[in-house]
C-alpha cells in the first residue's frame, strides 16, 4: 500500500490550491482517505475524509466551507481543493488510508490509519 501526496506549493493568502492523492499497489475502493495536516510545532490535525465506496465527505470545522475533498476512483485519486486560504493553513499535508468501516466513518484520530503519504508542504504567505 503506497500513497504518494503531491500539488503543495507557496500561495498568497486568499489565493488556492488542489493537493492530489495517489494510490499505488491496491485499489482504494475500499477505503476511507484522509487528509491531515502539521503545521511546525504542531501535533497532526485531522483535516477531511472521503469514503471511496461512496464519496461521503467530513471536515473538520478550521476549513469547513474553504476545502473540498472529492475522489476519482478510475485513476485512483483523492483531491483537495484547498480555496481561501490563510496563513493558519501553513503546514504539511497527509494523506492517509484506512480501510473503510461505516460505524467509525469519519476517523479522526491519525493512528487509525495504516497506510501514509510523504507529505506535501503548503504555505500562505504574501
Known amino acids: 500500500v503506497q500513497l504518494q501526496a503531491s500539488g503543495g506549493g507557496l500561495v498568497q493568502p486568499g489565493g488556492s490550491l488542489r493537493l492530489s492523492c495517489a494510490g499505488s499497489?491496491?485499489?482504494?475502493?475500499?477505503?476511507?482517505i484522509g487528509w491531515f495536516r502539521q503545521a511546525p510545532g504542531k501535533e497532526r490535525e485531522w483535516v477531511s475524509s472521503?469514503?471511496?465506496?461512496?464519496?461521503?465527505?467530513y471536515y473538520a470545522d478550521s476549513v469547513k466551507g474553504r476545502f473540498t475533498v472529492s475522489r476519482v476512483n478510475v485513476k485512483n485519486t483523492v483531491y483537495l481543493q484547498m480555496n481561501s486560504l490563510e496563513p493558519e493553513d501553513t503546514a504539511v499535508y497527509y494523506c492517509a488510508a484506512e480501510t473503510y468501516y461505516s460505524g467509525s466513518f469519519p476517523s479522526v484520530q491519525a493512528m487509525q490509519y495504516e497506510a501514509w503519504g510523504q507529505g506535501t508542504l503548503v504555505t500562505v504567505s504574501s
Open positions: 499497489g491496491f485499489t482504494l475502493d475500499r477505503y476511507e
Open positions: 472521503i469514503s471511496m465506496r461512496d464519496g461521503t465527505t
